[in-house]
């Protein structure tokens, strides 16, 4: 059956570092990837997509990887701050929009 | 301009009852999305509308789930019968179309008690 998964739960950083959240997918062959932010009582915001004829797109202090043949992406966070924290989700699709659990992130000031 | 609304923003109903939970896609989105979110997990896809027609309805956990957007605008979610199971967030999303990013409401917080 297909998955999709996000390495971890939760994930703490101090503030200024880098933040790396993971997706990995199986039986699936996604043409995009997208990657949302949710806080707490809203629905996502959309932050990133990312084809899969791409290897990495970038947006201000955001950062996303795509490798198909891993299965897997990457999304970065740079210079880190308390206003950062969140859960972000990827989600996949061909036709439709599938999403991982997400990941909670905490950026300690 | 308006993004996504969804009302009611809470119900609470007992278990057995009918609800109809609606959503107001951004004006000139052909795609319409609906899924459903319980705590401490990503959103679940229950269905997808292009226009009128429900492209892929394969979320729909059983028949007591059904959903409409008779004009290609406005859709609406109906739960017959509901179980205290179906309490969860239901999130609607809206797009310009295929592969195009979500815009998502608040979602409606049922609860079945």
């Known amino acids: 059956s297909q998955k999709i998964e996000q390495n971890s739960e939760a994930l703490n950083i101090q503030e200024g570092k880098t933040a790396t959240l993971t997706c990995n997918y199986t039986?699936?062959?996604?043409?995009?990837l997208q990657w949302y932010r949710q806080d707490p009582g809203r629905g996502p915001v959309f932050l990133l997509l990312?084809?899969?004829?791409?290897k990495e797109k970038r947006k201000e202090r955001l950062k996303v990887t795509f490798d198909t043949t891993l299965k897997q992406s990457l999304f970065h966070i740079t210079a880190s701050q308390p206003a950062d924290s969140a859960t972000y989700l990827c989600?996949?699709?061909?036709?439709?929009?599938?999403f991982g659990a997400g990941t909670r992130l905490t950026v300690k000031p | 301009g308006a993004g996504v609304s969804q009302t009611p923003s809470n119900k609470v109903t007992e278990k057995g009852k009918y609800v109809e939970l609606r959503c107001d896609p951004i004006?000139?989105?052909?795609?319409l999305y609906w899924y459903r979110q319980s705590l401490g997990q990503g959103p679940e896809f229950l269905i997808y509308?292009?226009?009128?027609?429900?492209?892929?309805d394969s979320g729909l956990p059983n028949d007591r789930f059904f959903a409409v957007r008779p004009e290609g605008s406005v859709s609406t979610l109906k739960i017959q019968r509901t179980e205290r199971g179906d309490s969860a967030v239901y999130l609607c999303?809206?797009?310009?179309?295929?592969?195009?990013?979500?815009?998502f409401g608040n979602g409606t917080r049922l609860t079945v008690t």
């Open positions: 039986n699936y062959s996604p043409a995009y």
């Open positions: 999303a809206s797009s310009t179309g295929l592969r195009s990013p979500l815009h």
């Open positions: 509308f292009q226009g009128t027609g429900a492209a892929d």
């Open positions: 990312i084809r899969e004829n791409e």
């Open positions: 004006s000139g989105h052909t795609a």
């Open positions: 989600a996949l699709g061909s036709n439709d929009m599938r």
